[in-house]
């Protein structure tokens, strides 16, 4: 993801304006080209913020007037950040535009900043700087990607954004926005595939952990942005959240395979606790749990603990009647029968 | 002038192994077990009002983790820095809505989800609940402040975000924290409801009295509409919603819509949009419409909570107690924990005109050195403390400010230091005989 979005970001470096506009507003002017190309990095962990950031903070430091290292860093900031970063971000460029009033760099830049999280907003501030300033380029950019995105998608406004900015600046790359969405992290699943193959214990849980960081980074990247909707927010939520049950079983299973009883019981007491939370909160993912526990109660020979979770289950059915779920039930308590 | 000054501290000595002596043989009988007795809503509160304190309920018993991610820890805003996760975590004993439970929470919560907190020395597994506050600023200005014990650096849903602790046992090899414990809440909507008039009426009686015994007090009052302020160790908080929204902030790291900002807040540290509790504009089905309690914020509904939950009820005293009860009285600490209080008009028309039995005037006094706590509170000085409310004390756990005693006797004794209101009646208490001080102690935990 980190090399596609520097791919982007570099063929922005590699073209030539059109006549009559200034050349820093389509391109990086000549003399940073290469400051650029060794500011932005390509790390391993995407979520190291500090990593990705600060070569363009000192980029943009070292030519305040350059306009593309400005957006560079902002698009850094995007990438990288979490609420905190964005929220300063904004408030950084609100305080640039009010200490050069009328400079339309900055205004532009504020209004950029909002790009994301408020876009709606930034469509009206750059629209309303084009209309005094209608030869910006990089205004009909940031508009031209706005309108391609799936989330404000508008095809007719989009081609005239894309046909105004290939007048002033010929050859230039556009930009996507959002930049692509991690995939939702595969670690907790293989995690759970190498137990199965007796994978060595410690380094599965440390892959199981690791999945579920990368997978709580990844909601980073969709929460606080108005790409996304309520409703894939939430979804995105409830998946991640059942991730942790996953990540959970893996922590016991691993901690029995390496002798640890007790770390294993505290772990699943733990577990049962966030059970009865769920249920309190009516969650849907209740009635998973419920089985889940039972089967690690199943696996450690804790017969009593596995059926007093057939109990908890049974207690659901009978408020949420389910036939489905009945069945599955009675093969539970059949399979424990047989143990 | 040697000789005399010789018979004093033989004196004083004198007195220190009589009464010694004499206290030795009373014992606090603990914390009364069996039935809780607390925790359900105020008696005669409407339907309405029922069910939105059955909800409201729920909402003080969430968990909250950073982003709402973590399963079974549905609440959203923990941190950057917090000393708890939930309201009835620490508001826990005997039930919910009440003070420190028997095994502190604070323990396995500096490790939870992955946090790599070090428990604090003052943090213990049988010891109370505390949240920590510093004296001074490092360049010797009043601070006063809270200070979180935990962060979430660490967590799995803080990727990220790599806030220290603050250096706790430096602080405190500096003398310079101290700790609180938290209040129950159980009745507060009748304190809520009392009128400033009752409670200056109320500290006025028995003027001559109390002054004769050096109890003189006063209260803590707002800035803002010059009106008494109730809630909190020293009296600071105005209102239970003000109190809540506290709370929420600085216990759990929640900002909220009375306290908008978010604490220690450091850009890498911050994951959700302030405030990260607001009032709901779709409810949890993703309607628009909804109950009050659905649609209102968790500050509301805590609010709520407390508003609505009815007071400790006593157990029926043994002869024993009913002497402490009259000794309570005749000995002069009745006039600060006063027995009775009565409601004004309240929104609920069952706690209008309500008589209730708080044992506190709800003024700040002068504690003495012993208890003072260096911290300024609105108009509390470093050691005026609120007069703790005794209703449901025979069930509490942990006394004082800071939780320093599980012992009724201690905290009686600690009461009385250089500078106290309380030194007169706490002398007097001493001089009771040893059965005598027993039915007081007997009386006390039977509240």
């Not at chain 1, 030539?16 to 080209?33: D, F, K, L, W």
């Not at chain 1, 954004?161 to 930049?179: I, K, M, T």
């Not at chain 2, 708080?358 to 609120?386: E, W």
Request: proline share 6%.
């Amino acid at each position: 993801m980190v090399s596609k979005i520097g791919f982007v970001l570099l063929a922005t470096l590699a073209t030539s304006p059109a006549h009559g506009v200034s050349p820093a507003t389509c391109e990086a002017s000549p003399e940073i080209r290469t400051e650029i190309a060794g500011a932005i990095v390509v790390a391993p962990d995407p979520s190291e913020f500090e990593k990705h950031v600060a070569p363009l903070r000192t980029l943009r430091q070292r030519h305040p007037q350059d306009v593309i290292a400005h957006e560079l860093y902002q698009d850094a900031v995007q990438n990288h950040g979490i609420e905190g970063h964005l929220r300063q971000l904004t408030e950084e460029y609100q305080v640039l535009s009010m200490q050069h009033p009328d400079e339309l760099m900055y205004d532009y830049l504020y209004a950029r900043s909002l790009i994301g999280r408020n876009t709606r907003e930034a469509i009206r501030q750059i629209n309303q700087l084009l209309a005094q300033h209608p030869e910006f380029a990089p205004a009909h950019r940031s508009l031209e990607a706005i309108y391609d995105s799936a989330a404000f998608r508008d095809v007719e406004k989009e081609k005239a954004e894309q046909v105004r900015f290939r007048q002033l600046c010929p050859g230039s790359a556009l930009q996507h926005l959002p930049a692509p969405l991690p995939d939702p992290s595969p670690l907790v699943d293989q995690a759970e595939a190498q137990l199965a193959g007796h994978g060595e214990p410690e380094r599965i849980l440390a892959m199981a952990q690791q999945g579920i960081r990368d997978d709580e980074w990844r909601l980073q990247r969709i929460r606080p942005f108005d790409w996304y909707t309520v409703e894939f927010k939430r979804q995105s939520q409830v998946e991640l959240q059942e991730k942790y049950w996953k990540m959970w079983s893996v922590e016991v299973r691993c901690d029995r395979l390496e002798g640890r009883q007790d770390k294993a019981a505290e772990v699943l007491s733990a577990m049962d606790q966030r059970a009865d939370l769920l249920a309190r909160h009516s969650d849907p993912l209740y009635w998973n749990v419920r089985t889940t526990l039972a089967r690690l109660y199943e696996e450690g020979k804790q017969k009593d603990l596995a059926a007093k979770e057939f109990d908890s289950m049974e207690q659901f059915l009978s408020q949420h009647p389910d036939p489905q779920r009945r069945n599955q039930l009675q093969e539970l308590r059949v399979h424990m029968a047989s143990q | 002038m040697k000789q005399r000054h010789l018979l004093a501290v033989v004196g004083l000595a004198l007195t220190v192994v009589v009464s010694a002596g004499s206290l030795e043989a009373q014992r606090d009988p603990g914390p009364r077990g069996g039935d809780p007795g607390v925790g359900g809503f105020f008696p005669g509160l409407s339907p309405d009002e029922q069910s939105f304190f059955n909800a409201a309920i729920q909402d003080f018993m969430e968990v909250d983790s950073v982003s709402g991610s973590v399963s079974g820890e549905p609440g959203t805003g923990l941190g950057p820095t917090f000393n708890g996760n939930s309201c009835a975590q620490c508001h826990a004993h005997p039930s919910v809505g009440g003070s420190s439970p028997a095994t502190n929470p604070q323990v396995a919560l500096a490790n939870l989800d992955g946090a790599r907190n070090t428990v604090p020395s003052f943090i213990t597994t049988d010891g109370p609940v505390r949240e920590a506050r510093f004296i001074r600023n490092s360049n010797g200005t009043l601070d006063g402040g809270v200070h979180g014990l935990y962060t979430i650096a660490g967590r799995t849903d803080a990727e990220g975000c790599s806030l220290s602790q603050p250096t706790f046992a430096q602080q405190l090899a500096a003398g310079n924290v101290i700790f609180r414990i938290p209040t129950p809440v159980f009745g507060l909507g009748l304190v809520e409801a009392t009128p400033d008039s009752t409670l200056l009426t109320n500290l006025a009686a028995d003027r001559r009295v109390k002054s004769q015994l050096g109890i003189n007090g006063t209260f803590n009052m707002s800035g803002n509409d010059g009106t008494i302020t109730r809630f909190g160790w020293k009296a600071q908080n105005k209102s239970l919603m003000v109190f809540a929204g506290e709370a929420y902030n600085v216990e759990q790291g929640v900002s909220n819509e009375a306290f908008i900002n978010e604490r220690s807040a450091v850009a890498g540290c911050i994951y959700n949009g302030s405030p990260e509790d607001a009032t709901r504009m779709l409810s949890s089905a993703g309607s628009s419409m909804g109950t009050e309690a659905e649609m209102s914020s968790d500050l509301v509904n805590f609010a709520a909570f407390m508003r609505l939950t009815a007071p400790p009820t006593p157990v029926s005293m043994s002869a024993s107690a009913r002497n402490g009860a009259n000794l309570f009285t005749s000995v002069g600490c009745a006039l600060c924990h006063t027995s009775t209080l009565t409601t004004g008009m309240a929104k609920s028309a069952a706690m209008s005109n309500a008589t209730y039995h708080p044992y506190s005037d709800f003024a700040i006094h002068h504690m003495g050195s012993r208890l003072s706590d260096g911290i300024n509170q609105g108009a509390a000085g470093p050691d005026q403390f609120r007069t703790a409310p005794l209703w449901g004390l025979g069930q509490r756990l942990f006394f004082l400010h800071d939780g320093r005693t599980a012992d009724l006797v201690q905290a009686i004794q600690a009461h009385s230091s250089n500078g106290s209101e309380a030194n007169n009646v706490t002398r007097r208490f001493n001089s009771l005989s040893r059965s005598q001080m027993q039915d007081v102690l007997n009386f006390l935990r039977s509240l």
